[in-house]
Nanobody, 120 residues
């Protein structure tokens, strides 16, 4: 099992910045993908950004140019720097990690979530 612990959420004014961090621990072989998803009230969980262990990134169109994902493979951490925040970025943000203990199985893990509120 892999545990994910997030930190860094909070209240910020529109146009402001926040940095979310996530640390993985437990039985880790190789976390192929780490990233962030979010869920706003009444909406489905959606992709924010992911990064593979090789450094390939994937961003939601809504955050491109404003959010930057980074990870430290040695420390099993993933961060997302969020700039120019908008009220529509308000959501619970979840850390996500995936690993493949065998070639036939992919295990997916989620953090407990951290609230980000963008409001004046």
């Amino acid at each position: 099992q892999v545990q994910l612990v997030e930190s860094g959420g909070g209240l910020v004014q529109p146009g402001g910045s926040l940095r979310l961090s996530c640390a993985a621990s437990g039985t880790i072989f190789s976390l192929n993908v780490m990233g962030w998803y979010r869920q706003a009230p009444g909406k489905e969980r959606e992709l924010v950004a992911t990064m593979t262990s090789g450094g390939i990134t994937n961003y939601a169109d809504s955050v491109k140019g404003r959010f930057t994902i980074s990870r430290d493979n040695a420390k099993n951490t993933v961060d997302v720097q969020m700039n120019s925040l908008k009220p529509e970025d308000t959501a619970v943000y979840y850390c996500n990690a995936q690993q493949r203990p065998t070639s036939f199985r992919t295990d997916v893990y989620w953090g407990q979530g951290t609230q980000v509120t963008v409001s004046s």
